[in-house]
């Protein structure tokens, strides 16, 4: 079954510093998102990507953060100055297209996640 | 905005009896889709069940089925035989049909099974 790949599954970075979060969608996918879920709290959305731009953002994903496709394959989310705060379990996800009646896409797939812990 | 809401934060149930996890969303869309997530000790999200609110069928997958009432805006998740592997943590989850919109989560319910 086609997966989502995040790597890595762990980093651990010092505040201030640039981290650099990756992930290989679905190969047919389209549709490219980040979530992240602080411990013990909700899931949240940062942001979708489609067509080689941002299609949506949460307030939550402000000047620090940003997305690429740099070659086709890859997804990345760049956070370029880290804070405390950013610690969290980020998690990719790809999606086909999800239509209406009974040709709907299955929808997303989720990764499993990279672990962000900033010290 | 949709907003999701899981009411109970933790519940448990003894291995092989059924247990229902609650959540309520409010939208005011008539076309969207809502899901349950799945997410063990791991992190890792599993898609466990999911309902297009055009249909009126209730979805299941297996020992997961699900309530779907459209008008009070519920979709509750049903585990029958509950097993020890069931125990993690479950999210509801919506999204519109426009397009390929995000998901909005709600707060989860952790599951624990009771040998």
């Known amino acids: 079954e086609p997966e989502v790949t995040q790597t890595p599954s762990h980093q651990v970075t010092q505040m201030g510093q640039e981290v650099i979060l990756r992930c290989v969608p679905i190969?047919?996918?389209?549709?490219f998102y980040w979530y992240r879920q602080i411990l013990g709290q909700k899931v949240e959305f940062l942001v979708s990507?489609?067509?080689?731009?941002?299609?949506?953002k949460s307030e939550i994903f402000d000047d620090q953060f940003s997305v690429e496709r740099p070659d086709g394959s890859n997804f990345t989310l760049k956070i370029r100055s880290t804070k405390l705060e950013d610690s969290a379990m980020y998690f990719c996800?790809?999606?086909?297209?999800?239509?209406?009646?009974?040709?709907?896409?299955?929808?997303?797939?989720f990764g499993s996640g990279t672990r962000l812990t900033v010290v | 905005a949709q907003t999701v809401t899981q009411s109970q934060p933790e519940m448990s149930v003894q291995e092989a009896e059924t247990v229902t996890l609650s959540c309520t969303y409010d939208?005011?869309?008539?076309?969207?889709?809502l899901f349950w997530y799945k997410q063990p000790p791991s992190r890792q999200m599993i898609l466990v069940i999911r309902?297009?609110?055009?249909?009126?069928q209730n979805a299941t997958e297996n020992r997961f089925s699900v309530n779907f009432q459209k008008a009070a805006k519920s979709f509750s998740l049903k585990i029958s035989d509950s097993q020890l592997g069931d125990a993690a943590m479950y999210f509801c989850?919506?999204?519109?049909?426009?397009?390929?919109?995000?998901?909005?989560f709600g707060t989860g319910t952790r599951l624990t099974i009771i040998p």
């Open positions: 990507f489609y067509n080689n731009e941002i299609s949506e």
């Open positions: 939208t005011s869309e008539s076309d969207y889709y």
């Open positions: 989850a919506y999204r519109s049909a426009r397009g390929n919109e995000k998901l909005t």
């Open positions: 190969s047919n996918h389209l549709y």
């Open positions: 996800a790809s999606s086909d297209y999800l239509g209406q009646g009974e040709a709907v896409g299955y929808g997303y797939t």
């Open positions: 309902q297009e609110a055009y249909k009126q």
